[in-house]
């Protein structure tokens, strides 16, 4: 199932923009899955170690208390994939 996303074009002399549905190719939206967990996974590790250095300096010794750190700290970077995929197609969108 391809990602598409619809976006509103302006019509000059109206009021009322003309929505355009852009969809994603089957390779662009592998593209983008795969640049988002790249991404993710740079985050995840920078979350791990921003975890550890938090962790030490409040004598927190617990590896679930480090763990809960980190899951929050990657929940609060992370993009999600359906962001990127819109960013995609708003790039798509805007070379139209």
């Known amino acids: 199932m391809t ?3 619809t976006f509103p074009k302006t019509v ?3 009021n009322y923009p003309i929505w355009q549905e852009v969809s994603l190719t089957q390779e662009e939206e592998e593209l983008v899955e795969n640049k988002c967990k790249q991404a993710n996974f740079v985050l ?6 921003d975890a550890k250095q938090l962790a030490i300096k409040h004598g927190i010794n617990s590896d679930e208390n480090r763990t809960a750190i980190a899951i929050s700290l990657f929940e609060k970077q992370a993009s999600h994939v359906v ?3 819109e960013n995609k197609a708003k790039e798509k969108f805007e070379k139209l």
């Open 83 to 85: 962001f990127w995929k």
């Open 44 to 49: 995840m590790d920078e979350a791990m170690e």
């Open 12 to 14: 000059p002399g109206s």
């Open 3 to 5: 990602f598409s996303k």
